[in-house]
């Protein structure tokens, strides 16, 4: 079974860490069991930064899936010092606000190094990839075009500015309510290599519990890759790729991040029934196959059920391995249903 990820950041990398757990404990034989795991990353958070070319979404999934990662600031590495960056800082190159971590400048300055010597973001990535064991798991930049998300605000005088969305996350941690985001140069832009060969082959594609938004969102927004989606499957044996979808939602509030503000931006309840009406029902020209939501908003299923979504209420945290595996084998159930 081969099986396609889109996804963000934090949540996201949390979602594929239980699906990879998942296929280790399915039972020998099970369809799972020798399932391949390809993820499609949100490049739209990326930015220069001191001459570095910094990919938070793709770095989160890198140190999640290897164990690098500092589960409890939910970003960068684990055992991070922060000596450069407080050189970078007086220098005035980074700001007080964006933390480069030593380790974590590590990746950035190879990343960038082989970016200059003419690497596309895909082919960093594989090189990431030969240090990095992620035991199987091959991350996909969405796209090799640079597509920052910007987010423009109403300045106090009234007019309209803009700022890159780095600054509106941690400067401002989503307080100053953006009237659009702005992924700058998407119209150019088209889906990575990866992206597109995981699509043509794969048996289910999840969406992961993401930001729907700014990262789902700007996935799906590449031209070309909602058509992808759509088609996923087209050279697989089993014909088109169910499409299942994860509540970023549980009771009315983003599980991390700032999705509220994001979904408030864009005229979207903070509602994991108006999120999955957001992305909607395939059979309506959406996307959806089906849609889990948290077990608090079991009462949601009925009504998305009669607007053509196939919804199902399950437990929705994922407080550690066990309950992300339980997640995702339920996200692998739920496409089987709906393949049926
Ligand atoms: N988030 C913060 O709140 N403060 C930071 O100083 C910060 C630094 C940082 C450096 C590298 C990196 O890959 C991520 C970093 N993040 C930081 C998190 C980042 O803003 C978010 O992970 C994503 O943009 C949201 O998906």
Known sequence: MRIVVLAGGVG??????????AVRRAPVGSDLAEASIDVIVNTGDDWWLAGLRITPDLDSMLYTLSGQNDEVRGWGRVGESERVSGELQAYGVTP???TLGDLDLGTHIARSAWLRSGLTPSEVVARLHERWDLSGVRLHPATDHEID???WVASDTGAEEDMHFQEWWTRYRAQVPALRFEQRGIDLASPS?????ALDAADV???APSNPVVSIGTILGIPGMRDAVLAAGAGASRGRAPIVGVSPIIAGSAVRGMADACLTTIGV???AGAVARHYGPR????LLDAWLVG???ESLVAGLRADGVAADAVPLWMRDLDTAAALADAAVDAAQAAAR
Do not use: M, N, S, Y
């Open 205 to 207: 594609v999840l969406i």
């Open 295 to 297: 077990l608090e908003d």
């Open 269 to 271: 309840a903070t509602d």
């Open 283 to 286: 059979a309506q020209g959406g």
């Open 193 to 197: 290599p990866g992206a597109l060969t």
């Open 96 to 98: 007080e606000w964006f």
């Open 149 to 151: 998300t910007h987010v």
């Open 12 to 21: 996201g990398a949390r979602f594929v860490r239980g699906l990879r757990e």
